[in-house]
């Protein structure tokens, strides 16, 4: 496999892996555990990790690509015609759909990254705002500017960005 596509693979490991973390190590409400058992290993540790190194991969994976459809443009191709999903991301404000192209450019570009969280009670959150007790949604939003210094957002679904990695590899025969 390579680096790309192991990259991605790692992103949706990480992004769908705390909630079965969670679920696993967390002791059920009505059941009774000593707090010795749960010392070895616990969410507040796993979390910014996995945390940091999901945003970490989606810059990488976004600078990566977007050196692939630079070597593309010298071949007259376009990326967003080699990948299966043509739109990943929305913009939060106007609701409307971003390229994968575009996408990738916002993310090389954008001031901060933020995961989306859910908690057991359905609240969703950014970033460290709720507590250890939750699970990554599978989107992502980018903070930033557009070409005219404005304010933007933009929210990915981390699904479809790591999908068209893989269809695009795919597709240069690169995965082995």
């Known amino acids: 496999m390579d680096n790309i596509s192991h990259k991605a693979l790692r ?9 079965e973390i969670n679920s696993l190590i967390l002791p ?19 979390y910014p990790i996995i945390y940091e190194e999901s945003v970490s991969l989606i810059i990488e ?8 459809a630079e070597q593309l443009d010298k071949y007259k191709e376009s990326l967003n015609a080699k990948v299966k999903y043509s739109n990943v991301s929305k913009d939060v404000a106007n609701n409307i759909d971003i390229s994968f192209l575009n996408t ?3 993310i090389v570009h954008s001031h901060d990254i933020l995961l989306e969280v859910k908690d057991g009670h ?15 949604t ?5 903070r930033g500017t557009d070409k005219n210094n404005a304010p933007q957002t933009i929210r990915i679904d981390i699904k479809r960005f790591c999908i068209n990695v893989f269809m695009f590899k795919a597709d240069r ?3 082995m």
């Not at 994976?61 to 692939?68: D, F, G, K, S, T």
């Not at 359905?122 to 699970?135: A, F, K, P, S, V």
């Open 173 to 175: 025969c690169d995965i």
């Open 138 to 142: 599978g989107f992502a939003l980018c």
């Open 61 to 68: 994976i976004a600078v990566l690509m977007r050196r692939e």
């Open 28 to 46: 059920l409400n009505n059941e009774y555990k000593p707090n010795e058992e749960y010392s070895y290993f616990s969410t507040e540790d796993y």
């Open 122 to 136: 359905g609240n969703i959150g950014c970033g460290y705002e709720l507590d250890r007790d939750c699970y990554f």
């Open 104 to 106: 990738l450019s916002k």
């Open 11 to 19: 992103l949706l490991q990480n992004i769908f892996s705390l909630k």
